[in-house]
């Protein structure tokens, strides 16, 4: 039986607080993830998924409830600091990674998140077998680019190196927020079959936002679904894998009505 790691406990979000704008955005959700959870998260376009991100990261305050990892309050820690058990992966292939450094430069970057260590040309050569063989498991030549500025490489590679950025130093929680999105169809299936298995072999705690109900049954034990502000469905194990698209969308439909 695995333990919870992440808890979110009648978590009220708002946003233009005090303004006549005032909007609340997550409305006394209640979600309790387990270690090894990889959870695909679903819901309409405004149902509050990147807001359920934003709070868990701490883009975004909370107004009240509360956010436990390991049963220890994580609410009123910053942004910064949840960097050190958190990591996340945007739509965007330029947002996370440095587009003048180098894919390898990159990589060591990320080897040392969180602690204050000068990068330097022996740190770089100590680490090369090392990356040249982490990137070789993406499949798409990313490789071959090691000393190839990220700013010069496709958006797929670009994406496949920010999803390699964020799990190197293993994270206790992983969000994925529409990692795949800007992508082609082949090399955006190319990165969820890579993201899979790097998920089930380092054993990681994931949230991934998507829009693809296939990838949303095909992948995880967990599949929830947000509409507005609250977790509306949260289905694992036998029950998920019985789940079909026809129930998805008879949900959504219903949803709208
Ligand atoms: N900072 C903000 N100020 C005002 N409104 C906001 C803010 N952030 C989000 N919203 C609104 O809150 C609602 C939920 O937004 P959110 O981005 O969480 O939705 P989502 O489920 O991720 O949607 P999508 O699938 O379109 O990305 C939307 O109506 C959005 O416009």
New binding site residues.
Partial sequence: MSKPILELRHVVTK??RNTP?E?T?LKDLNLTINEGDFITVL??????????F?SIAGN?PIDSGDILLRGESIAHESEERRTRFLSRVFQDPKLGTAPRMTVAENLLLATKRGERRRLTPRHLNAHMAEFKKLTSGMGNGLDERLTTPTGNLSGGQRQALSFLMATLRKPDILLLD?HTAALDPKTSQQLMTTTNERITAENLTCLM?T?HLDDALKYGNRLIV?GN?QITFDVSGAEKQALTQETLYSFFSDLQD
Avoid: C
């Fill in positions: 946003v233009n704008e909007l955005l819901g309409s376009n405004g149902a509050g998924k990147s807001t359920l934003n975004l529409e936002i829009h947000i502000g």
